[in-house]
Antibody, heavy 115, light 107 residues
Framework: QVQLQESGPGLVKPSETLSLTCTVSGGSISSSYWNWIRQPPGKGLEWIGFIYYSGSTNYNPSLKSRVTISVDTSKNQFSLKLSSMTAADTAVYYC?????????WGQGTLVTVSS | DIQMTQSPSSLSASVGDRVTITCRASQGISTYVAWYQQRPGKVPKLLIYAASTLQSGVPSRFSGSGSGTDFTLTISSLQPEDVATYYCQNYNRAPYAFGQGTKLEIK
């Protein structure tokens, strides 16, 4: 059973860069696509982007200028960096597996942007 | 970008009722639609992909249909554990947008 776990700071200051890591267990990261999705409190889901284990990426154009997703196959992890954070980026951030449909999700981590 | 519009935004029904949620894409996306269930305080769960294929382990009271721009998620007999917000998702072309969600409650 594939499991994903997000890790990273729960509080980020405005204008700073968010860094999150997703650790994959129960399966190899070298076999699928790996996504980041976010959900502002009380709102809907927003797809941020994905990475293939080879390193190829696809980002949501609305965030593309601020997003970097990377993969570390040796650690079975992939990561999200989101720069120039504002209050509008406050959300639960999820990592998930899937090339397009998302069949395994992490539990999510709440990131709050505040000074 | 392809927009996904769900209706209704919220819905209240009785246990045993047949419930239908609609999702409309802003342009044709063949059958590249998935449906997710998010119970209160929980992680989204994949229910249906390719518009009508049930994900393994999902109860058979859930079904999906549609192609092109119009899609539906149907629950044939509503159960208390189906209280959740349901999202459709386009995966024909990036960005893989979700609908705004339909909140389903029990009367």
């Amino acid at each position: 059973q594939v499991q994903l776990q997000e890790s990273g700071p729960g509080l980020v200051k405005p204008s700073e860069t968010l860094s999150l890591t997703c650790t994959v267990s129960g399966g190899s990261i070298s076999s699928s696509y790996w996504n980041w999705i976010r959900q502002p409190p009380g709102k809907g889901l927003e797809w941020i982007g994905f990475i293939y284990y080879s390193g190829s990426t696809n980002y949501n154009p609305s965030l593309k200028s601020r997003v970097t997703i990377s993969v570390d196959t040796s650690k079975n992890q992939f990561s999200l960096k989101l720069s120039s954070m504002t209050a509008a980026d406050t959300a639960v951030y999820y990592c998930a597996r899937g090339s397009v449909t998302l069949d395994y999700w992490g539990q999510g981590t709440l990131v709050t942007v505040s000074s | 970008d392809i927009q996904m519009t769900q209706s209704p935004s919220s819905l209240s029904a009785s246990v045993g009722d047949r419930v239908t949620i609609t999702c409309r894409a802003s342009q044709g996306i063949s059958t590249y639609v998935a449906w997710y269930q998010q119970r209160p305080g929980k992680v989204p769960k994949l229910l249906i992909y390719a518009a009508s294929t049930l994900q393994s382990g999902v109860p058979s009271r859930f079904s999906g249909s549609g192609s092109g721009t119009d899609f539906t998620l149907t629950i044939s007999s509503l159960q208390p554990e189906d209280v959740a917000t349901y999202y459709c998702q386009n995966y024909n072309r990036a960005p893989y947008a979700f609908g705004q969600g339909t909140k389903l409650e029990i009367k």
